[in-house]
């Protein structure tokens, strides 16, 4: 079974421009995150979708960040403009709709930002 | 709301030594416990999971018991490698809720 497709893996940008993840989640999975992780720190989540719709937007920060699931498989996420401090690696993680007990998310390899 | 606090890295071990890396968790109902396992380079990987009171999850060799009156999900190895070298992170969620991840704790294994 193919896991978690996310691209690209590296990008280094300058502050002020725009830049754009992609995602594939696991076939099948309804559900897909998009987390953030910041050097030393945990991940933390920005979005979460069910199928097409957002179920969880409350982290991400609007002014600046837009993520879209338009046929309720891939998704992308961008930044625009960036800021020096999204530097961070940009994880995607899927998981099956079951009803009851604990949904196991799988985790895609993450995209490395780096914002100068 | 839910949160994880872990023990602060990093952490050096010789090979065979025994690890504990403690987790302690504070949420709302009945959590879903969960230790990741990044290795370097890698994505975050599932290591281990306990959905209730008393449940242990295992898995290569790595333990951890899910205490509810302590509020714990430690993580345990009897006998570490070279190859356990990773960042371990302790998470938690509630059903299809995004999952809550402490700090990290880096681990180095050496020979």
């Known amino acids: 079974e193919a896991g978690v497709a996310q691209s690209p893996r590296y990008k280094i940008i300058e502050k002020r421009q725009s830049v754009a993840f992609w995602c594939n989640p696991i076939?099948?999975?309804?559900?897909l995150y998009w987390y953030q992780q910041i050097l030393g720190q945990g991940p933390k989540l920005l979005i979460q979708f069910q199928n097409n719709g957002v179920v969880d937007d409350s982290q991400l920060p609007k002014d600046r960040f837009s993520a879209e699931r338009l046929k309720g498989v891939d998704s992308t996420l961008k930044i625009q403009p960036a800021k020096l401090e999204d530097s961070a690696v940009y994880l995607c993680?899927?998981?099956?709709?079951?009803?009851?007990?604990?949904?196991?998310?799988?985790f895609g390899p993450g995209t490395r930002l780096t914002v100068l | 709301g839910n949160s994880v606090t872990q023990m602060e890295g990093p952490v050096t071990l010789s090979e065979e030594a025994f690890l504990t890396i403690n987790c302690t968790y504070t949420a709302t109902g009945y959590p879903s416990l969960f230790w990741y396992v990044q290795y370097p380079g890698e994505g975050l990987q599932l290591l281990l999971k306990?959905?209730?009171?008393?449940d242990k999850g295992s898995n290569k060799g790595f333990e951890a018991t899910y205490r509810k009156e302590t509020t714990s999900f430690h993580l345990e190895k009897g006998s570490v490698q070279v190859s356990d070298s990773a960042v371990y992170f302790c998470a938690l969620n509630s059903g299809n809720t995004p999952l809550v991840f402490g700090k990290g704790t880096r681990l180095s294994v050496i020979a």
């Open positions: 993680a899927s998981s099956l709709n079951l009803a009851g007990g604990p949904r196991e998310q799988f």
């Open positions: 076939s099948g999975h309804a559900t």
């Open positions: 306990a959905t209730k009171a008393d």
